[in-house]
């Protein structure tokens, strides 16, 4: 296993009981089972390695978002739902630390602007007399929503199977499709 990967494994690991700022390189160089010399070839500290997996996630996130489809009628494909949940349980490590972690974060502002995006272009097609604002209300609602869902499924566990989250999301989210279509 590379060193570069197997330094990301052991912090994801570690971000799961402590906060990145609780992490030294030392710990983490011995977790990883890396000499420290090793680890600072590659990086300069452990923001460093954290900057990188978001960065890489972030980047995992934007493709997917991208590919992201609609039906014929305009719902979310159910695939929409249940492969954004498969994101991220794959990698649930990140996503538990960047949704709990108290400092700032701009990955989840720029997802949730991703998301904005590509839902504010959908919408605008489906719903063409719908006012601009409205369609970003409803983006609002739904987006921080979802991201109370998520955070919830993570921290308590994820008992329910991605399928059954997923389900969860989505009827949340059609139901508030009719508020588009009220005059």
């Known amino acids: 296993m590379k060193t570069q990967t197997k330094v990301k494994s052991a912090l994801i690991e570690m971000l799961e009981t402590m906060p990145v700022e609780d ?10 089972n890396v000499n420290r010399a090793t680890f ?26 991208s590919q992201a489809t609609v039906t014929n009628d305009g719902q ?25 972690s108290k400092r700032p974060n701009d990955f989840l502002a720029r997802a949730v602007e991703a998301g904005r995006m590509k839902v504010v272009s959908v919408m605008t097609k489906l719903y063409p ?22 955070t919830y499924w ?9 399928n059954e989250i ?7 989210s059609y139901m508030g499709l ?6």
């Open 40 to 65: 600072y070839y590659h990086y300069n500290c452990v923001q460093d390695v954290l900057a990188e997996i978001e960065k890489q996630i972030e980047k995992e996130f934007v493709e997917w978002v």
């Open 76 to 100: 979310p494909a159910k695939s929409f739902y249940v492969t954004f949940f498969e994101f991220v349980a794959r990698n649930v490590g990140v996503c538990k630390m960047l949704l709990n």
């Open 129 to 150: 007399n719908c006012p601009a604002a409205k369609i970003d209300y409803y983006y609002i609602f739904v987006s921080n929503g979802f991201l109370g869902l998520l």
């Open 166 to 172: 997923a389900d969860v999301g989505e009827r949340v």
């Open 154 to 162: 993570l921290n308590s566990g994820m008992h329910e199977s991605i």
């Open 23 to 32: 992490i030294t390189a030392t710990e983490l160089c011995r977790r990883a």
């Open 178 to 183: 009719r508020y588009l279509s009220e005059k």
